[in-house]
């Protein structure tokens, strides 16, 4: 768990920096679930409703994951230093 938090602070300081394929999930992710087309499926079907956001940050999740092991990959190589 505390690697996350350094690899959250690496991506604050600029030390590292997240692919565009990972800012564009995220941007798309974010602005579905405040969207009122997310609310539909919840109002007519709940349960469907609750498993395409559960899908949707299980996607998220994912890529967050792979950005951070390319991330420790880097620090191994010895191509960039944790403070």
Known sequence: MRM?????????RGDWTLSPMSWVAAIGALVYVVSPIDVIPELFLPFIGYIDDLGLWGVMSILAAREKGQW????????????
Request: aromatic content about 10%; cysteine-free; overall charge neutral.
């Open 4 to 12: 996350w938090g350094k690899f959250l602070k690496a991506v604050l």
């Open 72 to 83: 420790e990959e880097s620090l191994r190589d010895g191509s960039i230093e944790v403070r």
